[in-house]
């Protein structure tokens, strides 16, 4: 696992963004966020460079595809977690991503976010 990555979380549901926050910090790993709308996630990227981020797909003003689309403008890797399918995706970044189903395992988040690392540094 990439101990000591920083991940920026956008969720806007209390208990599941504690939740991986908590899941995320116990691993070593470092956390931006988390963050409730795009418009914070997009301020705090303007200021931050994470290593990986993990989006949830329906968030307080609408679907991450803003985020997700920056994100992939700044080359920074991520993940989608959500209890929606794929299939509800219309931005495309978002249709690209790796897609984490809620409920989702500790193990499952941790390998999406290791392998995106992963994948952004081998494309660099």
């Not at 806007?12 to 691993?27: G, N, P, Q, R």
């Not at 399918?85 to 989702?104: I, Q």
Request: glycine share 8%.
């Amino acid at each position: 696992m990439s101990k000591g990555c920083l991940v920026m979380v956008l969720e806007d549901e209390a208990f599941v963004s504690s939740l991986i926050e908590m899941m995320l910090e116990d691993e070593g790993w470092s956390v931006g966020g988390p963050f409730r709308t795009n418009h914070l996630a997009l301020e705090y990227l303007e200021r931050a460079r994470p290593d990986v981020a993990l989006i949830d797909f329906n968030i307080a003003d609408g679907t991450s595809g803003l985020t997700a689309r920056r994100l992939r403008e700044l080359g920074i890797p991520f993940v989608v977690v959500s209890g929606f399918p794929k299939s509800m995706a219309k931005n495309e970044d978002l249709r690209a991503a790796e897609w984490v189903d809620k409920p989702f395992s500790e193990l499952t988040v941790l390998q999406s976010l290791s392998a995106a690392i992963a994948r952004g540094r081998s494309a660099a």
